[in-house]
DNA sequence: GATGAATGAGTCTTCATTCAT
DNA sequence: GATGAATGAAGACTCATTCAT
């Protein structure tokens, strides 16, 4: 049945194309922004025409809303992770670091996302708001959650940071922002980073006698 | 004299036209963008037309770097403050990290000059090559003496992050990127979440014996 | 069959349309010179709009070039043409003076092509170089070639013409250039201009014992 | 006096400012095209702005028109001239051409006034016009009273060309068109070119029993 | 489903022209 | 007389979007 076989293959094709296009449209924004990237363009990258890109999505807009859905993963797993971490606490804050540097620093996809939340921000707005809820919001109380059984468990001292856990972890940050930016230029050492980022906050706050 | 007063007004006019554009682009450069910026708006913002506009300025990239460079106040000034910081080692960190607060977080012009350097980065490579050049390098350089310092003076033990200060200085990052997402919508405590800051990194800085 | 009629209409279309605007530009380029012309007037000579014109040429620029390349027909086939003829020397350059009346004076495209080397030749050099190349080198040798054939014949005396053989010619420009200027207001007799130009020359060419 | 004598010269260089705007015009004119040049440009070659040009000349188009009937010196002297010779018709015919070619193809004036003539000409039909009148015509008519005198005399036959003198003495234009196109990039060699013409015409002119 | 020719709104940029000083 | 800041109309060019095939 080779005519079946040819068919399943198109309608496979068919069923992929969708998701080709907004990886398309991944690689086209990230290279050159919202307002410069040209439907076009996209289209080229995987061998179809303009036509083709507006027959599965509306607009322009729409597309890329939907190329950020697509690529967007919920911290919720680092939650449902954070939920499971054993060890002293210490151990557990350094592992949900890790979880941390691995999404924001390594995660190719995660990092863009975050540059297109702070890039195309004021013309999406949603965009912002749906990061706040599934990236920033689980994230912040995942961290509290551990550092406040942390100190429970008269592992930690009760440091102003328990609250604002931000204020610890937020060296993250820093290594990302620099990594947007001169990446290429001005490689960074990340393993070091991190390692002296979390020597720095557990000897901060750790709970001594 | 109104003849005099007359001439006086024009000229005086004429010498600020160049600030005043540079400031109307930079509000419609942050409202909008590089690309979405149009040159008539910034023209209308001060009640002249775009010819003015070209007048002063021979393209519109051109007004975008002048933009940046007019509102670029290097760090030097930081690192100057620095070495003129008195007091324990652990002071003169706060007061240091105090600075860079008052600058990235609180100074308006410095928090868009970030943003552009992430946003237009990729069309204005000298102006991230700028950037790295008269602030982030002055400002390791000058968190790395007084760290360095404040070991050499044994108040601070030797942790890894006196070779790395981002990792102990960065979570300022954080707040800088909270800022320009949710400034509005989700406001943040600055001066909690610069202690808690201070807090942790002091105590995990600190030597012990 | 309409279906097959109406998609090779389309088709059809599409493979004229490049000649449909080369000759759109011609006409109005004609008119109005190189600079005053505006891509919308060539599109409305065809009833498109701008963008149309666009897809098929990158830059008015390139729009002339390619337009200017479409009118050219070189003068190789004059030189092949000279070759065959056949006859007295008299009338061999009688046939030859002909063949670049009908060219130059009569031919609207070639007179129009001589136009715009003159008219936009400082904006265009290589359209200069190109004509050179292709009209005057070609037509020279061909016109040498035959009065050197007559002088060895003994038909012509050998004149110092006969190495320079544009003085001999040369008349046609001026009718040519009169043409350009006054065309309309001032017609001329083209067939009188050239009996009495070939008249003049070829009594002053004729050897004489 | 110096006052006076200060004054003087200044009311001098006013006296003079049509005359120098004019003469800057034409350098402009000539180097770029009506179209193409901007009158800051002719300000600046006389070191005055905009400003000044149009306080003597109400429009870019008033400007280029003035320019023309600035550099237009009739050929009025070459009729009056061409009364005055003497000699063999022969001879009188050889200096009337003489005094084509010193106009057309030495004088850089009336040789570029020719060029605009062409370039120009459907933007300013009076100046064609003008043109005709003022040039063709006295040039047709003195080329006619020589050559007619000529036959009258018996030393030229009846040739049609007496009736129409430029298919005799139209090779000048070649030799201009050759000057305007290629005049750097190929030298013609003005003296051979002449006496070659010459050569031609006169014996096909002259008389034989 | 896919194509790609065609559209037209939108923007940068230029420059003749004006006019207050 | 001269200046030059300001205007605004005009035109090249781009690209999201449509739609007949």
Redesign the interface.
């Known amino acids: 049945m080779p005519a079946k076989k040819q068919l399943g293959q198109r309608a496979q094709r068919k069923a992929q194309r969708p998701q080709e296009i907004l990886e398309a449209a991944f690689e086209e924004f990230v290279?050159?922004?919202y307002?410069?990237t040209r439907i076009e363009d996209i289209a080229k990258r995987i061998g179809v025409t303009k036509g083709t890109i507006y027959f599965y999505f509306e607009t322009k807009e729409r597309l890329f809303e939907e190329m950020i859905r697509h690529i967007s993963v919920p911290f919720s797993d680092i939650s449902a992770n954070a939920k499971n971490l054993s060890g002293t606490y210490s151990e557990r804050i350094r592992m949900f670091i890790r979880l941390l540097y691995d999404r924001i620093i390594m995660d190719r996809n995660t990092r863009e996302l975050l540059?297109f939340?702070?890039?195309e921000?004021?013309?999406f707005p949603q965009v912002?708001?749906r990061?706040?809820e599934e990236f920033i919001v689980p994230f912040k109380a995942a961290a509290r959650d551990i550092l406040e059984a942390g100190v429970a468990a008269g592992e930690f001292r009760n440091?102003?940071?328990i609250?604002?856990p931000?204020?610890?972890?937020?060296?993250?940050?820093?290594?990302?922002?620099?990594q947007?930016?001169?990446a290429d230029?001005?490689p960074q050492d990340v393993e070091?980073?991190f390692?002296?980022?979390v020597?720095?906050?557990?000897?901060?706050?750790i709970a001594?006698d």
């Open positions: 290279e050159s922004g307002v410069a540059r939340v702070i890039t921000g004021s013309r912002v708001d990061h706040h440091a102003p940071a609250k604002i931000d204020a610890a972890i937020g060296a993250t940050m820093m290594l990302c922002v620099w947007m930016l001169f230029r001005k070091a980073f390692e002296a980022h020597d720095v906050i557990l000897n901060g706050l001594r």
